[in-house]
């Protein structure tokens, strides 16, 4: 199983190079949800959801959610 760091509204993941993929095998995994919670808070994201992947089923399930620092784009504007 994966625990990983999902943007909402284009269903991607943090993959390990802090780029986003869409392949849930290439994201980031973390050890624990509360870990997972805290590395997605200092994405430069608005909303993100923390899912556990089970790739033998390719089921999700969604364990946390959130905001980050705000998304890429708002940052560059300030």
Avoid at 4 to 14: A, F, R, S, V
Wanted: with cysteine; net charge positive; aromatic share 8%.
């Amino acid at each position: 199983m994966y625990i990983l760091i999902e943007k909402p509204e284009t269903l991607e993941y943090l993959s390990t190079n802090g780029r986003w993929t869409k392949d849930p095998i290439g994201g980031k995994c973390f050890p624990s949800t509360r870990m997972a919670v805290r590395a997605a808070k200092q994405e430069a994201i608005d909303r993100f959801s923390v899912v556990r992947y089970i790739p033998n089923t390719n089921q999700f399930v969604n364990l946390a959610h959130g905001r980050g620092t705000g998304a890429p784009e708002v940052l560059a504007q300030v």
